[in-house]
């Protein structure tokens, strides 16, 4: 029988392969000491994962890693799932949020011996695999071409990979990303203001907002999906990032996916399966700015956002960087000169 010591000094496919072969159970593979058991998986998860097998060994490699999975999760507490990859492995925490496509839970990670925390964006259905899949191109191509000093606008990915789901078979593509802390979606920001948004505030989030876009433009993403939950604000430190990525696409190219709630939110060219380009993003913007201040808009803001939301693409801004000049050369005609104005959120109900 091989004992876990064995199997944490394991260095090929067919040892590995053994191993398993003779393991009646987890304390057969894995020793009691987590960092040891968590490394001898990773090893293990590593050397039996189907994609390094041959081509006519993938449906016995499948069922190999299945098993493999199985019995790690066996080891661990139920009320404390894990996800494992060759480079990580990830113990679930609670439910962060909600949304249309995926769950995003808390989790804990070992790297270089220290503990680190993430956000694993999971789909609520495999079906969506290619939308979360989208989601990290963009996100690494951000990375890479974008400016590095707007790196703070998009989300930080740690890794995305695929995960089998002991028991079913089904391989969910997962997102592991940066958590953020102190911040707040734009619908949060108009719900807690239903008479609408003081303009002056709503001034410093909009020129964030259009330097985010004009960052991912230059390196050749529309987001696709500028929407209230989408935009997302600190107060104190007047910070924005741009989440959910999904809907993301070349310049160019088709949106690959709406938010049907939303429907009547978006640009003719989206609904109709036309191409996108800047002013698809400029267009879905200004809607949400335009919502978030809702009646206080004053009237030469309400005919700016009129020529950002036409309906021929064509005769919308295209550059968000001018019309970022454009939109303070307005802000100091109808305010004077930019100065910063404290912005706080109310804290939710219950809290001390």
Sequence with gaps: ??????????RDRAAARAALAAAHGPTDLFPPDEARAARAYRRLAR???PDTAPAAERPLAEAEFARLVALWQRRGDPARPTLTTRRHTYTLGGTRATGDLAVLREATYEQDGVRQTALLKIPRAAADNDLLAREARSLERLA???????RAYAPRLIASFRHREAGTGVEPRVNALVPLAGFHTLAEVRAAHPEGLDPRDAAWMWRRLLVALGWAHRAGRVHGAVLPEHVLIHPELHGLVLV??????????????LVERHREHYPPEVTARRPATEA???HLASRTMGALMGERTPQPLRAFLRGCTLPAEARR???????LAELDELLD???GPRTFRPFT???PAGRA
Excluded: F, N, Q
């Excluded at 029988?1 to 394991?10: E, F, G, Q, R, V």
């Excluded at 959910?244 to 996916?257: I, K």
């Design 1 to 10: 029988m091989t004992t876990p010591a064995d199997a944490d000094a394991l």
């Design 47 to 49: 050397l039996l994962h």
């Design 144 to 150: 890479r071409h974008g400016e590095p000093r707007h």
């Design 244 to 257: 959910d990525w999904c809907y993301s696409a070349t310049l160019g190219s088709r949106v690959p996916a």
């Design 280 to 282: 698809t993003d400029i």
């Design 317 to 323: 801004p295209h550059d968000a960087w001018r019309l």
């Design 333 to 335: 005609k109808l305010y």
């Design 345 to 347: 959120m109310p804290e």
